[in-house]
């Protein structure tokens, strides 16, 4: 089954503590992406890459690192998460390199930094 | 840098009614505005999209219309029901990897 998988679903820390939300697709797409979802805000763009070792940053990359070692593989990681992080996020892919088409999103991952 | 308003934030219609959701973009480069449906607790999911070259792209009860020339684009589904309501996210993507999404819209369709 195609899909796009992130784990943890659910995840409450505390400030400081390094974090890392996964995030896995098996439809071989190019083109993944991480968003925030606040309420009111809509969603944010925190990072997007366009192939293997090809990164760049959304509209809110403050706080956040990326990584895309393998095509199905793009993690998010929280080095130092603060209060202000938390959120509900997702990740998402679709094929082709520039991320036009229909994007896959994955079932969310809620944090909540303390 | 690149921002997407979409008005209004809340929209409550009778079932059977027409809903109409409209988003501004500001970058002219803008080539490829999908609209997103996302139940309550849901991921987000894709019901339609358009692309610069076309102003209008139609799928059974909804529609899209893009204006290129004002830097708009609407959302219309008739005949509304039940199961319409959901936030629904406007989108609008340039010649970069950025895909930038609007606040958001409830639509509540009521019985």
């Known amino acids: 089954e195609a899909q796009v998988t992130q784990n943890p679903r659910y995840l409450i820390t505390v400030t400081g503590k390094k974090l890392t939300v996964t995030c896995s697709q098996n439809?071989?797409?190019?083109?993944m992406s991480w968003y925030r979802q606040d309420p009111g805000l809509g969603l944010r763009q925190i990072y997007y890459s366009m192939n293997v070792e090809v990164t760049d940053k959304g509209d809110v990359p403050e706080g956040y690192k990326v990584s895309r070692k393998e095509k199905r593989n793009f993690p998010l990681i929280l080095e130092s998460p603060s209060p202000n992080q938390t959120s509900l996020y997702f990740c998402a892919s679709t094929t082709g390199g520039l991320g036009t088409g229909e994007l896959f999103f994955g079932e969310g991952s809620r944090l909540t930094v303390l | 840098g690149e921002n997407v308003e979409q008005h209004p934030s809340t929209l409550s219609v009778q079932e059977g009614d027409s809903a109409v959701i409209k988003c501004t973009y500001s970058?002219?480069?803008?080539?490829?505005f999908p609209w997103y449906k996302q139940e309550l607790g849901k991921r987000p999911q894709l019901i339609i999209d358009i692309r610069s070259n076309v102003g209008e792209k139609k799928d059974q009860r909804i529609a899209v219309t893009l204006n290129k020339t004002a830097k708009h684009f609407s959302l219309h589904i008739t005949e509304t029901q039940p199961e319409d309501s959901a936030v629904y996210f406007c989108?609008?993507?340039?010649?970069?990897?950025?895909?930038?999404f609007g606040q958001g819209t409830t639509l509540q369709v009521k019985p």
């Open positions: 439809m071989n797409h190019e083109y």
């Open positions: 989108a609008a993507k340039g010649n970069t990897g950025k895909l930038i």
């Open positions: 970058d002219s480069a803008s080539n490829y």
